[in-house]
């Protein structure tokens, strides 16, 4: 029987305990009358014997956050304060030590989109390809003229 990696309720597991503990049968018993592995129950009591408390373990691994919730109030306080910080300003400014994907993840979870820049004009007429025919292809030019892109379409002439 395979079973979801979600931690069984408490109310099972209060279930399996008392059984447990009344010894009205035996843990194998318990297992198939409960749906449980007899290994389950074992780690179970052993928690319970050992911390007190037979309670899910809290679920969470790896590695903990950068950006606790009071450094996500500064970091967005920060955004707030000066909108076109760099990423790396605002790690500085944050006092964090973490790399700038990091930075950038946290302000996408927080609702914030990169600002996009333009660095040249709209548009742009260029040739797509090299005229000297090295990259492939023929060396003549074909139905496109020189100066503009191929995404272009070549109209009619008006008279």
């Known amino acids: ?11 099972l597991r209060e279930r399996v ?7 009205a049968a035996t843990r194998s018993e318990i297992a198939e009358q ?16 050992e911390c007190g408390s ?8 790896g590695r ?16 707030q304060q000066q909108p076109d910080a760099t990423l ?6 944050s006092g964090v030590r973490c790399s700038l994907v990091t930075v950038s993840n946290t302000l996408i979870r927080l609702g ?13 007429i260029a040739p797509t390809f090299a005229s000297s025919g090295k990259l492939g292809g023929s060396a003549s030019s074909g ?9 272009m379409k070549v109209g009619r002439k008006r008279t």
């Open 64 to 79: 903990k956050p950068a950006f606790d919730a009071g450094l996500l109030a500064r970091l967005e306080r920060l955004v």
């Open 88 to 93: 790396q300003e605002l790690r500085d400014r």
């Open 17 to 23: 305990v008392a059984a447990c503990d009344e010894k």
């Open 54 to 61: 037979y309670a899910p373990l809290d679920g969470r691994r």
């Open 143 to 151: 139905p496109i003229a020189d100066g503009s892109s191929i995404s």
């Open 34 to 49: 409960f749906g449980v592995s007899q290994s389950w129950i074992r780690r179970l009591l052993q928690r319970r014997r």
């Open 1 to 11: 029987m395979f079973r979801s990696m979600r931690a069984y309720s408490m109310d």
């Open 112 to 124: 914030y989109r990169r600002k996009k820049r333009r660095f040249g004009p709209l548009s742009k």
